[in-house]
Structure formats: structure tokens, C-alpha cells
């Protein structure tokens, strides 16, 4: 793990979390996916009970970002993401294993994510203990109108 690196955890819709997470935001998504978020976007998500944004940062400077949205015992992680400078070196996993962290805490039970399946982040998912439910042909269209499958895991957390 790298020095200073801080993890914020934010359960409520704060002005200054979210800029960060925005800065991560607009560079962290390659546009030809159309996968980024805007800002009333993730306010209006942080707006929802159950739904957390972790910042991950070295000195003031955000890095890296998760959003994860829970319902009653399962949640569902929504975003994640490392400023590609800084991709490498852990902040993805840090986030990842926070987010579960936080989740036990809350007493949920499971976490869900959807992911295009050529995406790097299939593997650190997998590397975490994430199991594979489903294929979802097409499912999302990328910017250029070029469709991409979805990948769905799930992580049992009293297993
Ligand atoms: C996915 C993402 C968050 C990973 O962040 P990161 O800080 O680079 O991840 P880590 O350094 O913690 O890597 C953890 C593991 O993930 C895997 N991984 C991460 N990036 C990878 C890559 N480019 N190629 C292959 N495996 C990769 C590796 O298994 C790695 O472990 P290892 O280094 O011990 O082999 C980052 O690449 C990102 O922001 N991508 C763009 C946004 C995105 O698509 N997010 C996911 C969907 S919301």
C-alpha cells in the first residue's frame, strides 16, 4: 500500500466529495463508452438513502472514487475509478476492499456489479472474490453506437 493514501467515506450528498470524485470522474472513463457521470447525476444518486461515495486520496489531491447504492442487506457497486496516472498501484483494490468493508459494516450481505466485459476491472474483481452470474449480450452501446456485453458478478459476503 502506498504512503498517505486516505480513504473518505461519504453517506450523505457532499458538495466537495462529489467535485472530487468529478475530477477523478472526467479522466478516469474513456468517452468512446459514454460510461462517465455528470455531476447532477451523482448528486441525484447521493440524494438516495443508502447510498455511499468513497474518495480516495494522497494529500488533498483525489485519485480515485467508489459509489456503491444499497437496498435493505444487498448493494450494488455503481462506479469505480482511479485517475489513469495513478492506475497501478493499489488505489482500485483499496477502494474495492473499503467498499466491502463499509458494507459489512452496515450489516449487508452481498454486493452486485454489472461491468463491460472487456473491461481491466473484470480481473481486480475477480482477484477479490467477485463470482461471475451472468452475460448480458449488447447491453450496453458505446458512443460510436458499437454495442458491448455486460458482465454481472456478485460477491457473497457471509460465504
Ligand atoms: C479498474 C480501475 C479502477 C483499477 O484501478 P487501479 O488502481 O489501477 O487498480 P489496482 O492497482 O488496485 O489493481 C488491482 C488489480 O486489478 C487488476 N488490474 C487493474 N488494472 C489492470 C489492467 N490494466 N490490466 C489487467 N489487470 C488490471 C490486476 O489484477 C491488479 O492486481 P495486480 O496489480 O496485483 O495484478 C481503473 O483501471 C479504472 O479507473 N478504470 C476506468 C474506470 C472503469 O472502467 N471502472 C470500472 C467500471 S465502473
Known amino acids: 500500500m502506498m504512503p498517505r493514501l486516505t480513504l473518505d467515506c461519504f453517506d450523505y ?21 459514454g460510461e462517465a457521470w ?15 461515495l468513497t474518495i480516495a486520496r494522497i494529500d ?40 466491502l468493508t463499509t458494507a459489512r459494516r452496515k450489516g449487508i450481505t452481498s454486493m452486485n456489479l454489472e461491468v463491460r466485459a472487456a473491461n481491466n476491472a473484470v480481473r481486480l474483481y475477480e482477484k477479490t472474490g467477485f463470482e461471475y452470474v451472468h452475460r448480458r449480450p449488447g ?10 456485453d455486460a458482465l454481472s458478478f456478485r460477491i457473497d459476503m457471509l460465504a
Open 38 to 52: 455528470t455531476l447532477p447525476q451523482l448528486s441525484g444518486v447521493m440524494m438516495m438513502p443508502g447510498t455511499w
Open 60 to 99: 488533498a489531491a483525489p485519485l480515485g472514487f467508489a459509489l456503491v447504492r444499497s437496498v435493505l442487506d444487498e448493494c450494488e457497486l455503481l462506479l469505480l475509478a482511479v485517475d489513469p496516472a495513478w492506475r497501478g498501484r493499489g488505489i482500485g483494490a483499496a477502494l474495492l476492499q473499503d467498499s
Open 139 to 148: 447491453y450496453y452501446r458505446g458512443n460510436d453506437g458499437q454495442l458491448h
Open 13 to 33: 450528498e457532499d458538495r466537495n466529495a462529489m467535485v472530487d470524485a468529478m475530477e477523478v470522474m472526467v479522466t478516469a472513463f474513456d468517452p468512446s463508452f
